[in-house]
């Protein structure tokens, strides 16, 4: 039921051409090398260590791994994450 | 959060003392409490506002998280912890008070676009009419002041004075390509002799000459009258008319010239310099005691000064620099025959330039340069062609 709303969601989006991560609440994801990750849209953070931040999105999960992780910005729009990042994965 | 809002604001730095903060974390976010470095190395630390600290107790209760104050950090800690500092504060307040007294005056003026006219020129005008560092700004007439150095200055094409903070600025744009328009003055007049001597040329173009080439005239002598007279044939006066009489006229004069240019002459060598930095408050001079050297006799100073600006426009009246002083011995040396006798020649050269410069003829030059004992002598006499032309008043 919900992966057919999360198609309904993405094709009405595409159809209208409707910011995916307002309609779908996608993760947003941007980064600057491999030292600097911005995330929003996110749900909640389910763990918090200096080698592995888990989040919660409205579908996935997702989990950043890395050394030194160190949260910059932690508010309701985003989390900024700074450290030596080595991936970002989904779950 | 830019950081100088956080510190302005004030923060705390907070230990969260809990095993698995995350969901104390999520609490916080879901309220709208900010929180910034987030640390987990030995524990959780993170740093939020006052505000949201207090927001945060009651998220803290319920998630059973002891919060720890650190550090407490920015401006109203900073106030509240120095609080006892009253000579500080006042001192604070005293600073910010004659800042802005000083703010109401201009304390420096720049001339921009000069060329013919110099700075201390400009600066001249301006003290005749009252513009001097250290006046008050509500003072300062910009148009009105645009206008008196535009009637003063007729070559000057454009004037913009402009206050800019304490900044007077004054840009002027001279008339660098002139149109020599004849100015027709139509007044009636006569001409006289600017300078005695024997007239050698004389081109009359309007007016009646009173003297010829080979006469030897007197200073104030009349040479062209402005009034034409009509005479009939029984030399019986018709009329008379004024008229603005109009001449080129040249008097012989005979210039001695005399230069003399002595073998010895004493050169300054510098032995040692020292610097003595100084501070100027308005009128107030301090300088940095001279303990440690013995002034000589021959010294040299050369002052570097620099006025104290906080912003391009904001000029206060402290100025700040240093003294070079230079020790000096002096040493005579010799001038070789060829030396002196180029520098009399370049005198001479300068003397004859100048001459021309203000519109005279060099017709003869009878100046030898002569080497003598001790020196150089440039002696002999010059003849020339003085423009010799002068208005006045009309006589019978």
């Known amino acids: 039921m919900a992966e057919r709303f999360s198609h309904f969601a993405q094709s009405l989006a595409e159809q209208f051409n409707l910011p995916k991560d307002v ?17 929003r849209n996110f749900r909640s953070l389910i763990e918090y260590s200096d080698c592995c931040i888990r989040l919660a999105g409205k579908h ?23 450290g030596s990042i080595e991936g970002v994965w989904f779950e | 959060m830019g950081k100088w809002f956080q510190f302005q604001k004030g923060y705390v730095v907070v230990q969260l003392c809990s095993e698995a903060p995350e969901r104390f974390l999520n609490l916080c976010r879901n309220r709208g409490i900010d929180l910034w470095d987030l640390s987990s190395e030995d524990s959780y630390i993170c740093s939020t506002s006052i505000d949201d600290f207090y927001a945060m107790k009651p998220i803290a209760r319920k998630t059973h998280i002891k919060l720890k104050i650190l550090q407490r950090r920015g401006l109203p800690f900073w106030i509240h912890r120095n609080r006892k500092r009253v000579p500080f504060f006042l001192g604070f307040v005293c600073f910010m008070v004659l800042l802005q007294l000083a703010s109401l005056f201009i304390w420096n003026i720049s001339y921009e ?18 513009y001097t560092a250290g006046m008050r700004i509500k003072e300062a007439h910009c148009e009105e002041l645009e206008k008196e150095i535009r009637k003063a200055y007729n070559d000057i094409t454009w004037v913009s004075v402009m206050i800019a903070g304490t900044k007077m600025t004054v840009k002027i744009k001279e008339n660098d390509g002139y149109l020599h328009a004849e ?11 600017q300078y005695s001597g024997i007239i050698r040329s004389m081109i009359t173009r309007i007016g009646v000459p009173q003297v010829q080439v080979g006469d030897e005239v007197e200073k104030g002598q009349l040479l062209v009258s402005g009034i034409v007279t009509v005479k009939g044939e029984d030399e019986s006066i018709l009329s008379q008319r004024q008229v603005h009489a109009s001449a080129d006229i040249y008097v012989e004069q005979i210039l001695n010239y005399t230069d003399w ?11 040692s310099t020292r610097n003595l930095p100084f501070i100027q408050i308005g009128h107030y001079y301090l300088e940095l005691p001279n303990f440690f050297w013995k002034t000589t006799e021959n010294e040299m100073t050369v002052t570097h000064m620099q006025q104290l600006c906080l912003k391009e426009s ?4 402290v100025y700040y620099g240093s003294k070079v002083i230079a020790s000096c011995t002096e040493t005579e040396l010799k ?9 009399a020649e370049k005198n001479f050269f300068q003397y004859l330039e100048n001459l021309q410069k203000i519109g005279v003829e060099i017709i003869q030059n009878n100046v030898t340069i002569n080497l003598t004992v001790g020196g150089c002598l440039a002696e002999g006499t010059v003849t020339v062609w003085f423009p010799a032309v002068q208005e006045g008043e009309l006589t019978q």
């Open chain 1, 60 to 82: 996935e999960k997702i989990r950043v791994s890395g050394k030194r992780l160190h949260i910059c910005t932690y508010n309701y729009e985003e989390l900024e994450i700074q």
């Open chain 2, 113 to 130: 676009g000069n060329q013919k006219y110099t700075e201390e020129e400009l600066r001249n005008f301006l003290l005749e009419r009252g």
């Open chain 2, 261 to 271: 240019i002595p073998q010895n002459y004493l050169k300054k060598n510098v032995v």
């Open chain 2, 314 to 317: 904001f000029w206060l009246p």
């Open chain 1, 23 to 39: 309609v779908c609440g996608s993760i947003l994801i941007s980064m600057e090398g491999r030292n600097h990750v911005w995330i």
């Open chain 2, 335 to 343: 001038k070789s025959e060829e030396e002196m006798k180029k520098e």
């Open chain 2, 183 to 193: 100015m027709q003055d139509e007044e009636p007049c006569s001409l006289y002799a």
